[in-house]
């Protein structure tokens, strides 16, 4: 028997798939193409299959497959049983499904491991360890992480106005250019804030090598919706999304910025993110592994940067390897 959160992390595991709620039901598309749908009470699981190979698969086993109903009919289309399913055939399907409805090269790409595909290697103690040495010699760079930590002690909590402030001036310190409200005028982003943080107060905290499928689904759609915030003439946007849910959960989010996310992913979306969660969650377990038994804590020391979480060591790697290096 497979459940919603097993479609849902091999689904998002998928170049340029995305969820959505479409009428109580969960549903995976690429653009506008659903490829996957589950029943109101997730018990069936739809999924895209030649309309021309159907008839043989629901004769040969009617008890895991049956036809849709007859307005899908049209569309390459069946349906299957949740329960009857284990865990490597709905794997198959899935992917199977999201191949017809990528482009070849997209396809071709993830099944043999090429960059929009499958996880990066994992980067392995010696790079991180150079990586770290090289982003701790940039002048003052911990300075305004340091001060946002202060200014938020015990931590970041965007209920206060404050609090939003400093997040506010952090981002701004990073790049991200958004704009301070003039005297008189409403604080579009700190409102915006408030309203999201009302809704995600309660994400996920545990450590980014923890993290299950179902907390990486959690965080992705909180970016989701706070990248889509609007600030003005703009949306918030992908990067500072990324930031701000690192620094509320620095132990947890392993943030990007936009070299970051198209290097590895092409893409900057929810389903994306997810990817990105994923991959850092893989190199997390790997360096913690390598180092021999060694807690977050001791590794982090031991690799020069002492204090910081591994999710913020695995971020200041890719912007040495990747975003300095193209600058």
Same mark, same amino acid.
């Given at each position: 028997?497979? %459940? $919603?959160?097993?479609?849902?992390?091999?689904?998002?595991?998928?170049?340029? %798939?995305?969820?959505?709620? $479409?009428?109580?039901?969960?549903?995976?598309?690429?653009?506008? /193409?659903?490829?996957?749908?589950? @029943?109101?009470?997730?018990?069936? *699981?739809?999924?895209?299959?030649?309309?021309?190979?159907?008839?043989?698969? $629901?004769?040969?086993?009617?008890?895991?497959?049956?036809?849709?109903?007859?307005?899908?009919?049209?569309?390459?289309?069946?349906?299957?049983?949740?329960?009857?399913?284990?865990?490597?055939?709905?794997?198959?399907?899935?992917?199977?499904?999201?191949?017809?409805?990528?482009?070849?090269? $997209?396809?071709? #790409?993830?099944?043999?491991?090429?960059?929009?595909?499958?996880?990066?290697?994992?980067?392995?103690?010696? !790079?991180?360890?150079?990586?770290?040495?090289?982003?701790?010699?940039?002048?003052?760079?911990? !300075?305004?992480?340091?001060?946002?930590?202060?200014?938020?002690?015990?931590?970041?909590? =965007? @209920?206060?106005?404050?609090? &939003?402030?400093?997040?506010?001036?952090?981002?701004? %310190?990073?790049?991200?250019? /958004?704009?301070?409200?003039?005297?008189?005028?409403?604080?579009?982003?700190?409102?915006?804030?408030?309203?999201?943080?009302?809704?995600?107060?309660?994400?996920?905290?545990?450590?980014?090598?923890?993290?299950?499928?179902?907390?990486?689904? *959690?965080?992705?759609?909180?970016?989701?919706?706070?990248?889509?915030?609007?600030?003005?003439?703009?949306? =918030?946007?992908? %990067?500072?999304?990324?930031?701000?849910?690192?620094?509320? &959960?620095?132990?947890?989010?392993?943030?990007?910025?936009?070299? /970051?996310?198209?290097?590895?992913?092409?893409?900057?979306?929810?389903?994306?993110?997810?990817?990105? *969660?994923?991959?850092?969650?893989?190199?997390?377990? #790997?360096?913690?592994?390598? @180092?021999?038994? =060694?807690?977050?804590?001791?590794?982090?020391?031991?690799?020069?940067?002492?204090?910081?979480?591994?999710?913020?060591?695995?971020?200041?790697?890719?912007?040495?390897?990747?975003?300095?290096?193209?600058?």
């Amino acid at each position: 028997m497979v %459940t $919603v959160d097993d479609v849902r992390r091999l689904a998002l595991a998928l170049p340029r %798939t995305e969820e959505h709620l $479409v009428r109580d039901r969960v549903k995976f598309r690429i653009g506008r /193409i659903v490829y996957l749908a589950l @029943s109101r009470d997730e018990t069936e *699981l739809g999924f895209a299959f030649p309309k021309e190979e159907r008839a043989a698969l $629901v004769a040969a086993e009617p008890e895991k497959f049956f036809l849709p109903g007859a307005g899908d009919m049209r569309y390459h289309w069946v349906e299957a049983r949740m329960a009857a399913l284990g865990v490597a055939e709905l794997e198959e399907l899935v992917t199977d499904a999201w191949r017809m409805c990528v482009p070849a090269k $997209v396809a071709r #790409a993830h099944l043999e491991g090429g960059a929009e595909g499958g996880l990066p290697p994992a980067p392995g103690l010696a !790079r991180l360890r150079a990586a770290a040495e090289v982003f701790g010699a940039f002048p003052g760079v911990d !300075r305004s992480w340091l001060a946002l930590c202060a200014d938020t002690a015990p931590g970041l909590d =965007l @209920s206060g106005a404050a609090h &939003r402030a400093a997040l506010h001036r952090w981002l701004n %310190t990073w790049g991200c250019r /958004i704009r301070y409200p003039r005297e008189g005028e409403p604080d579009l982003l700190g409102k915006g804030l408030e309203r999201w943080w009302s809704r995600h107060g309660g994400l996920p905290g545990a450590r980014l090598a923890a993290l299950s499928d179902r907390e990486i689904g *959690l965080l992705a759609a909180a970016f989701g919706e706070l990248a889509a915030l609007p600030v003005g003439r703009r949306t =918030l946007g992908p %990067t500072a999304a990324a930031k701000a849910l690192f620094a509320l &959960r620095p132990e947890t989010v392993m943030p990007w910025d936009a070299a /970051i996310a198209q290097r590895l992913w092409g893409a900057r979306d929810e389903a994306a993110f997810a990817r990105h *969660l994923t991959a850092g969650r893989a190199w997390a377990r #790997a360096a913690l592994a390598e @180092s021999g038994g =060694l807690d977050e804590a001791a590794l982090a020391a031991e690799l020069g940067r002492p204090g910081l979480p591994l999710a913020k060591l695995l971020d200041e790697y890719l912007y040495v390897t990747i975003t300095h290096q193209g600058a």
